[in-house]
T-cell receptor, first 111, second 118 residues
Framework: QKEVEQNSGPLSVPEGAIASLNCTYS??????FFWYRQYSGKSPELIMS????GDKEDGRFTAQLNKASQYVSLLIRDSQPSDSATYLC???????????FGKGTMLLVSP | DGGITQSPKYLFRKEGQNVTLSCEQN?????MYWYRQDPGQGLRLIYY???????QKGDIAEGYSVSREKKESFPLTVTSAQKNPTAFYLC?????????????????FGPGTRLTVL
C-alpha cells in the first residue's frame, strides 16, 4: 500500500506568520510531488509542484523536497486569512500517470 | 476560456437509480480522471483514462462505470450497485506524463459535482 501521510490539523497560525505543512510518503520510487489548496466546498487548486530535491519558491509559497527522508513540505510566508483552507499533498510514482493523495491538513490563519 | 467543466453542480438520486456525471475539458489533455471525496477523507481514484477508448480501474471502481469516446469527454455513471454514493465527485485532467516519459504530471480539477442519495 503506497501511502501519503499528512497531519490532519488544524494548524493554527496568526496572520503574518510562516505556516509549515508537512507530508511524508512511503514509496521510494515517487517522482513528482504536488501541493493543492482546497477551500471548503470547492475543488482542489494546484499551487505548487516539485520534482527534484531542494527548494522551489513561488511568491509566498516554498515547496521543499527531501527524497532521502521521503518528505515534502510547503511553507507559506506572511500567512493571510485567505490562506485558510485544506492543503492536500499528492505524489506520483515513476512510470504512472495517477496521483496518490494525502487526507490533507487544515490551515487556519487568524487575523 | 480553457478549463474543465462538470455538470450538474448538485445531483440528487433516488435509491436504485443510475445517474451520469458529465466532465468536459478543452485543455487538449490526454488523460482524465475521476475521484471521489468524502468528508474528512482525501481523494480516492475511481477510474482514469490515458487515451480515447481506453480506461483503467482505480482504487474504488466497484459500482461505477465510465466511457471515453472523445478526448474531451469522460462521463461517469454511478450505478445502483454503488452502496454509498453520496459524496463529492471530482474530475481532473492532465497530459499523459507516463506515456510520454515525462517527469511532470500536473492534474487540474473541475469544480465538482455533489451527489446526494435521497
Amino acid at each position: 500500500q503506497k501511502e501519503v501521510e499528512q497531519n490532519s490539523g488544524p494548524l493554527s497560525v496568526p496572520e503574518g506568520a510562516i505556516a509549515s505543512l508537512n507530508c511524508t510518503y512511503s514509496d521510494r520510487v515517487s517522482q513528482s510531488f504536488f501541493w493543492y489548496r482546497q477551500y471548503s466546498g470547492k475543488s482542489p487548486e494546484l499551487i505548487m509542484s516539485i520534482y527534484s530535491n531542494g527548494d522551489k519558491e513561488d511568491g509566498r509559497f516554498t515547496a521543499q523536497l527531501n527524497k532521502a527522508s521521503q518528505y515534502v513540505s510547503l511553507l507559506i510566508r506572511d500567512s493571510q486569512p485567505s490562506d485558510s483552507a485544506t492543503y492536500l499533498c499528492a505524489v506520483r510514482r515513476r512510470g504512472y500517470s495517477t496521483l496518490t493523495f494525502g487526507k490533507g491538513t487544515m490551515l487556519l490563519v487568524s487575523p | 476560456d480553457g478549463g474543465i467543466t462538470q455538470s450538474p453542480k448538485y445531483l440528487f438520486r433516488k435509491e436504485g437509480q443510475n445517474v451520469t456525471l458529465s466532465c468536459e475539458q478543452n485543455l487538449n489533455h490526454d488523460a482524465m480522471y475521476w475521484y471521489r471525496q468524502d468528508p474528512g477523507q482525501g481523494l480516492r481514484l475511481i477510474y482514469y483514462s490515458q487515451i480515447v477508448n481506453d480506461f483503467q480501474k482505480g482504487d474504488i471502481a466497484e459500482g461505477y462505470s465510465v466511457s471515453r469516446e472523445k478526448k474531451e469527454s469522460f462521463p461517469l455513471t454511478v450505478t445502483s450497485a454503488q452502496k454509498n454514493p453520496t459524496a463529492f465527485y471530482l474530475c481532473a485532467s492532465s497530459i499523459d506524463a507516463a506515456g510520454r516519459g515525462l517527469s511532470y504530471n500536473e492534474q487540474f480539477f473541475g469544480p465538482g459535482t455533489r451527489l446526494t442519495v435521497l
